[in-house]
């Protein structure tokens, strides 16, 4: 199957303002997609509600995907990715309820790759949630969670003498392939050594401080491939979490396009209004698609809810456009 995505297409400005009009004299319009179709533009309007990242409890989320579908449906969302990290798991549920909420879908999952000595999070969308590419390259990439747990596990008794967080951080996933730091740091509230998450990682669990454990991933341009091979399309997301300069930086983006990437989140739940405006540039520069997704965890946790965030900057070519022939319509 062909990768989907080409975000290299000249951007169709009378088109997308015909859809934009559509879509804002009615932004319940069932027929967005059809409409689409028959303007000859395989996409939807550039002001989409679109939310293509979240997770559930699949991953590190607090909310069941059917719950989430619900919650996205509820805040308006028109086209909705779940994206547990290194997993397919809740796809299955989250595409049903979707369809059950009138919400039109797209495959999604995050996974961790190393870039240049970090910790760089690549989205997947539009996939074959069954390709064995796929399934092996999320395998391979989850076995290192649980040997990294109990390193975090050891430094923490160690260093501050708090000992079974293994074992309590494991009772917030159940699963230890795939146990994060967010579970350490919902049972290090739990047992009253912070107040919250937040101060969780700021006194523990990143670079430098104790409980903090650097996990080598997978590479970039492997992640990519297997993406890629499963009919998807990669996206970088929340580029402006990275603690890069802008030497490391550039190369990240030029080396994911030379892999085949093709997206990059330009509105997220952790990006300010100069992000946006950075990345939408940053975007354009390097003939990448723009996608828009809130990162949602939990209702307690998460800045932005799903549904909630700005428009993409104007001049940008959507994800959603390149990926118009994967979107299970509503
Ligand atoms: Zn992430
Ligand atoms: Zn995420």
């Known amino acids: 199957m062909a990768p989907a995505g080409n975000c290299t297409a000249p951007y169709n400005e009378a088109v997308n303002a015909q859809l934009n009009d559509a879509h804002l004299a009615d932004p319940a319009n069932p027929t967005l997609l059809e409409a689409a179709n028959e303007a000859g533009m395989p996409g939807?309007?550039?002001?989409?509600?679109?939310?293509?990242?979240?997770?559930?409890?699949?991953?590190?989320?607090?909310?069941?995907?059917?719950?989430?579908?619900?919650?996205?449906?509820?805040?308006?969302?028109?086209?909705?990715?779940?994206?547990?990290?290194?997993?397919?798991?809740?796809?299955?549920?989250?595409?049903?309820?979707?369809?059950?909420?009138?919400?039109?879908?797209?495959?999604?999952?995050?996974?961790?790759?190393?870039?240049?000595?970090?910790?760089?999070?690549?989205?997947?969308?539009?996939?074959?949630?069954?390709?064995?590419?796929?399934?092996?390259?999320?395998?391979?990439?989850?076995?290192?969670?649980?040997?990294?747990?109990?390193d975090m596990a050891q430094d923490l008794e160690d260093k501050v003498g708090i000992k079974g967080t293994f074992e309590g951080a494991l009772k917030y996933v159940g699963n230890p392939d795939l146990i994060s730091r967010t579970h350490f740091a919902r049972y290090l509230v739990e047992v009253g050594a912070c107040?919250?998450?937040?101060?969780?990682?700021?006194?523990?669990?990143?670079?430098?401080?104790?409980?903090?454990?650097?996990?080598?991933?997978?590479?970039?341009?492997?992640?990519?491939?297997?993406?890629?091979?499963?009919?998807?399309?990669?996206?970088?997301?929340h580029p402006g979490r990275y603690k890069f300069g802008p030497n490391a930086e550039y190369a990240l983006f030029s080396e994911f396009k030379q892999h085949g990437g093709a997206g990059v989140e330009v509105v997220t739940g952790s990006h300010t209004q100069a992000d946006y405006v950075k990345y939408a540039a940053m975007a354009i520069e390097f003939g990448l698609c723009a996608s828009r997704g809130s990162d949602f965890h939990s209702p307690g946790e998460s800045r932005i809810d799903l549904g909630r965030l700005s428009d993409l900057p104007r001049g940008l070519t959507p994800v959603w456009q390149a990926l118009s022939s994967r979107i299970v319509a509503a």
Request: with cysteine; aromatic share 6%; hydrophobic share 45%.
């Open 44 to 150: 939807l309007a550039v002001n989409l509600n679109a939310d293509l990242h979240c997770h559930s409890t699949v991953s590190d989320g607090t909310l069941s995907p059917a719950t989430l579908a619900a919650r996205a449906a509820g805040n308006g969302v028109e086209l909705w990715a779940l994206t547990d990290h290194d997993e397919v798991g809740g796809l299955a549920e989250a595409r049903d309820a979707a369809s059950s909420h009138g919400m039109a879908w797209l495959a999604g999952t995050e996974v961790s790759v190393s870039f240049a000595g970090e910790t760089v999070h690549i989205v997947g969308l539009g996939f074959d949630i069954d390709h064995p590419d796929l399934i092996a390259g999320l395998a391979h990439t989850r076995s290192g969670r649980e040997r990294r747990a109990r």
């Open 195 to 237: 107040n919250d998450t937040n101060e969780v990682f700021r006194r523990f669990l990143t670079t430098g401080k104790p409980g903090f454990v650097p996990h080598r991933w997978a590479g970039l341009g492997e992640t990519v491939k297997w993406i890629r091979a499963a009919g998807g399309m990669a996206v970088i997301a």
